[in-house]
């Protein structure tokens, strides 16, 4: 039986409608705004393993090409199996509210696919994807307990706006995904125009209001047509032999979870658990039980001298910084490079300067795009002390490159100022928490040093909080321990300002507004005092680019001339590339924009550049050459593909009876430009320079 139910979210209604489509699907439900719809279907494997230990879930997005009605422009033709950076992105954005949401114990393999069948240019489909992954696991049998609603919040004019529509969007200060449940919000993506705490903090919990009509349409449709849940068994807790952990492994576990080194810490803890498998477990039949009974004694003690004791792992105090280094220029030959190391996270961030021709091309439902800034996280195994096949980004690659993406990006000088292309590539080469946010310092002081007027320094970090009962605790600049363990995770990146890029993953209920006000503002302490410590590595922008970074000049020409530049098959214009090692890039309106990493040569470049692309000007003298002689006077081309003609009583102050008693054909000859008529024909003199 087919039902559909509506709501109004902003100034957009969504309508929700499920058993019309995929109804082998164990949840399916077509999720429509304005003329953007978007198919979401969930299938649970029946065969429950719970002896993975894992939740084996799969998010997919694909934005359909025809949804637009567009073929695709790739050589197949046809949508290629790797997903987009946008739809990876799209997928992180929902896996990431729903994967905590799954029953204790439930590990049968599942999958959402969320596919774009119309676009209309207005209603984006991402938050309509979020939304029907959650209403298609409401409605299956698979033990999610939802619903999750999700939306974008725009800041236009001052004004909060609920979802607001692709080209309000371009308008909007602000750009923030949020996800929440009934109680609370869970997950928090988005850029702002360096927007101040205050700001953000309401855009959160403006949308947290507006969302809730969602999560009733929801409940509604389940209470209709959704299917009874399945039962799953939650994992039993074996007390006694967890109690014989905690016996075995004693104050041991408090030497290992109070060892600052992140490797010396590693060390121990295999070493303790080796200890605890062999007197507990000498036969090896409960390994897994023991080493996940082990894991939980440790999360509980770190926990506990948190909250209890005050005592983070390294014994820094709740909001102190990790010790800051930061070298600008630290690769010779780059354009723009930073190593910046913060505690037991470094990463080494180089900046490229290009072309427009190095500007990437991205196929999108909006049209083929072109993206001038980019961004790339490098995550090698070396980085946290591990051996693994070196293969293309991973998700969580892609992820975290986008978030410092986001960050840097609201900094950059507009294209008219600084017309260059930029990839900034982070490479990780030490891991202990926040490597994102490490990137993101990196990719300030290189932009600095390669000479890209940015607007302001920009930093990152990377909050954490533990809550147990009514006892809170806010983490600044938290460790890898210190994420894993924590019930949130809340990356802020900001210039002095304010925000330009935050990321928020909640674990618990009940994060409330203080909490999280609190957080942002611990957050802004922590941003300031790295930015403090960024600017003893570099203080101000590079005033010029590097010596090996390609130079930038431009030049205005007569579109008329735009042929003669570029040449029959652009031959000129590739042979004075090729001979000044030059990009030479001309647009529509005649501005010629030329790259050469070859300074000595470029004045050269120029003087030819010119003369092919001169215009003639009255009064003006030039030396030209005879190409044609008629009995009535001699044409003269006085540039490239520009002739004019010396009538027989201009080429002398005496009577001249024969043209060619004075020039003949291949003859130089200097002129003057008598006159240029409306045709453009052009009358020259040489008897004007002889009186002169």
Do not use: W
Request: charged content about 30%; hydrophobic content about 35%; some cysteine.
């Amino acid at each position: 039986m087919s039902k559909k139910v509506e709501v109004k979210i902003g100034a957009h209604s969504i309508s929700i409608e499920t058993g019309k489509l995929a109804k082998q699907a164990s949840g399916s439900v077509l999720v429509r705004s304005g003329d953007t719809l978007v198919l979401v279907t969930a299938v649970g494997d029946k065969v429950n393993k719970p002896e993975l230990g894992f939740l084996p879930l799969t998010i997919e997005y694909q934005e359909k090409l025809a949804s637009v009605g567009r073929i695709p422009g790739n050589y197949f033709r046809r949508e290629i199996g790797r997903p987009s950076e946008s739809e990876v992105l799209t997928c992180r954005i929902i896996d990431r509210p729903m994967r905590p949401l799954f029953a204790d114990g439930y590990s049968a393999e599942t999958q959402v696919i969320a596919s774009v069948y119309s676009a209309d240019q207005e209603n984006a489909p991402d938050m309509l994807a979020l939304i029907g992954a959650s209403c298609a696991l409401t409605l299956s049998d698979i033990p999610f307990a939802g619903p999750v609603a999700g939306g974008r919040v725009g800041y236009i004019d001052g004004n909060y706006v609920m979802n607001p529509t692709i080209p309000e969007l371009e308008e909007s200060a602000l750009d923030l995904v949020v996800a929440c449940t009934e109680k609370a919000v869970v997950m928090v993506e988005g850029k702002t125009d360096a927007l101040s705490e205050d700001v953000v903090l309401e855009a959160i919990f403006y949308a947290f209001e507006n969302l809730q009509p969602l999560i009733a349409v929801q409940k509604e449709l389940q209470a209709a047509c959704g299917k009874e849940k399945r039962v799953v068994e939650p994992p039993q807790f074996d007390e006694e032999l967890y109690n014989k952990v905690v016996d075995c492994a004693g104050p041991e576990m408090d030497v290992v979870v109070s060892t600052v080194d992140k490797l010396e810490r590693g060390k121990k803890y295999d070493e303790l658990k080796n200890k605890v498998n062999t007197e507990l477990d000498p036969e090896g039949e409960r390994r897994k039980d023991v080493g996940e009974l082990l894991s939980k004694y440790r999360k509980t003690l770190m926990r506990g001298k948190i909250v209890k004791e005050s005592k983070r792992i390294d014994g820094r105090s709740f909001d102190q910084i990790r010790p800051i280094s930061c070298e600008a220029k630290y690769l010779p030959r780059t354009h723009g490079s930073a190593l910046f190391t913060r505690g037991e996270t470094q990463s080494l961030v180089t900046a490229t300067l290009g072309s427009e021709r190095d500007r990437q091309r991205i196929e999108t439902l909006g049209g083929e795009e072109h993206m001038r800034f980019m961004l790339h996280y490098n995550f090698p195994p070396f980085c946290v002390g591990e051996v693994r096949r070196l293969s293309g980004p991973s998700r969580r690659d892609i992820g975290h490159g986008n978030l410092a993406r986001r960050g840097v990006e609201g900094v950059l000088p507009d294209v008219d100022t600084f017309p260059y292309s930029i990839r900034v590539v982070s490479e990780v080469l030490e891991s202990n928490g926040s490597s994102s946010m490490a990137t993101v310092c990196g990719a300030s002081m290189a932009l600095m040093d390669a000479g890209v007027p940015i607007s302001a320094p920009v930093s990152g970090i990377a909050m954490g909080l533990i809550k147990e009962d009514d006892n809170v605790v806010i983490l600044s600049d938290i460790l890898g321990d210190e994420d894993h363990l924590g019930d949130m995770d809340f990356k802020v990146v900001g210039t002095a300002e304010g925000i330009t890029s935050l990321q928020m993953d909640i674990k618990i209920d009940g994060v409330d507004r203080d909490i999280m006000g609190k957080a942002l503002q611990q957050a802004k302490a922590g941003r300031l005092h790295i930015l403090g410590e960024m600017e003893k590595g570099i203080a101000t922008v590079r005033t010029e680019i590097s010596d090996y970074a390609p130079k930038y000049h431009t030049h205005q020409i007569s579109p008329d001339k735009i042929r003669d530049i570029i040449g029959p098959g652009g031959k000129i214009i590739k042979e004075l590339s090729a001979e000044y090692d030059a990009k030479i890039e001309v647009d529509d309106s005649g501005q010629v924009k030329i790259f050469t990493s070859n300074g000595a040569g470029f004045d050269e470049l120029m003087d030819r550049i010119k003369t092919i692309t001169a215009q003639p000007e009255v009064g003006a003298t030039y030396k030209g050459v005879v190409k044609t002689i008629k009995d009535f006077g001699a044409f003269v081309e006085i540039l490239p593909g520009t002739d004019g003609l010396v009538h027989i009583s201009e080429l002398d102050t005496s009577r001249v009876n024969k043209v060619t008693d004075i020039v003949n054909e291949g003859d130089e000859l200097e002129v003057k430009v008598l006159e240029i008529d409306g045709r453009g024909r052009i009358r020259l003199s040489r008897k004007a320079l002889l009186k002169d």
